[in-house]
């Protein structure tokens, strides 16, 4: 095989109470991405479609992340990569993570997948870098592995894939408006409470618990953040207005996507994620704030050969 197709999913990290730890994948968007061998070493890109990205290899997620696998790799073979981009860059569901995951994981694929899930997540973790300015792998994680992981260390990489609940839906609306992920993150605070440290592992470990037993009624109580979402809530206009909206009609529970603008519902059942989705366009409707929603299933495959 010298020539191979993918779609790099979309992907929810944090997922309220997991911080830079819990993510999961995301079946109704993601990017496209075309991958072929060349004679002439090193990694090229030849085309980017959707959004305006660098094309210099080493300036682009994708193509760093490819750089420390064949470096790593040593092949005989360089790489050619076409990005068709449908994960807006800053929106919150993966877009940078999108990237360095597909091109890791089609120059793998063509390889003859000497390479295991973790050992893509750790030189995917490189892109992402560029993009963050940290090694971090809760979005990468998911997809790459599919439905929900956890981080449990990234030095050495670690990463545990949880259940999913086949009744598991989520609705996503994306304000367009930008937040970068370093000015998120700097509006954190350097030191909680014990006590709110107490309340957000035991929501942890509660969540992990109820993906494994199939319990809804445990993941409605345990999607809660006490610690980043008092600070990062300010940043997304009618945070509270669609958190309630969502809450009030039944959703599982509701949270900022990754560092924002985009905010994750989760529901039982796919037509109380439509429900939900008319609800929170509803908020939106009322504002000069542009936006888009979207429905999925939770994406338990990860990326896929189209």
Not at 75 to 98: L, M, Q, R, T, V
Not at 265 to 293: C, H, M, N, P, R
């Amino acid at each position: 095989m010298n020539e191979i197709k993918i779609f790099s999913p979309a992907t929810v990290a944090n997922v309220s109470c997991g911080f830079d730890v819990l993510g999961f994948c995301l079946d109704a968007i993601g990017d496209e991405m075309v991958v072929r061998k060349t004679k002439e070493k090193g990694i090229k890109i030849t085309k980017i479609e959707g959004y305006d990205l660098p094309f210099e290899a080493e300036k682009n997620v994708a193509g760093v992340s490819a750089l420390a696998l064949i470096g790593h790799a040593n092949p005989d073979c360089g790489f050619e990569i076409e990005i068709y981009k449908n994960i807006k860059p800053g929106s919150g569901i993966g877009s940078s993570s999108a990237s360095a995951a597909g091109s890791v994981f089609a120059i793998n694929e063509l390889l003859g997948k000497p390479y295991n899930k973790t050992q893509l997540t750790n030189f995917a973790m490189k892109g992402e870098a560029l993009a963050s300015g940290s090694e971090h792998a809760d979005n990468l994680a998911p997809g790459i592995f599919g439905g929900f992981t956890l981080v449990k260390s990234t030095v050495p990489l670690e990463i545990l894939e949880l259940p999913t609940p086949s009744q598991l839906y989520v609705t996503i609306i994306h304000p367009q408006i930008e937040i970068k992920t370093s000015e998120a993150r700097a509006i954190l605070p350097k030191e909680i409470p014990l006590k709110d440290a107490i309340t957000q592992w035991a929501n942890v470990g509660s969540l992990v618990h109820a993906l494994h037993t199939n319990d809804y009624n445990l993941i409605q109580r345990s999607l809660q953040d006490v610690i980043v979402e008092p600070y990062r809530k300010s940043l997304i206009p009618y945070f509270e207005d669609v958190k309630s909206s969502a809450l009030k009609i039944g959703a599982l529970g509701c949270g900022i996507s990754g560092s924002g603008p985009s905010i994750f519902v989760l529901t039982k059942g796919k037509q109380k994620a439509k429900d939900v989705e008319e609800a929170i366009k509803t908020v939106y409707s009322k504002t000069d704030i542009e936006f888009y929603t979207f429905t999925s299933a939770i994406n338990t495959e990860g990326i896929k050969i189209i």
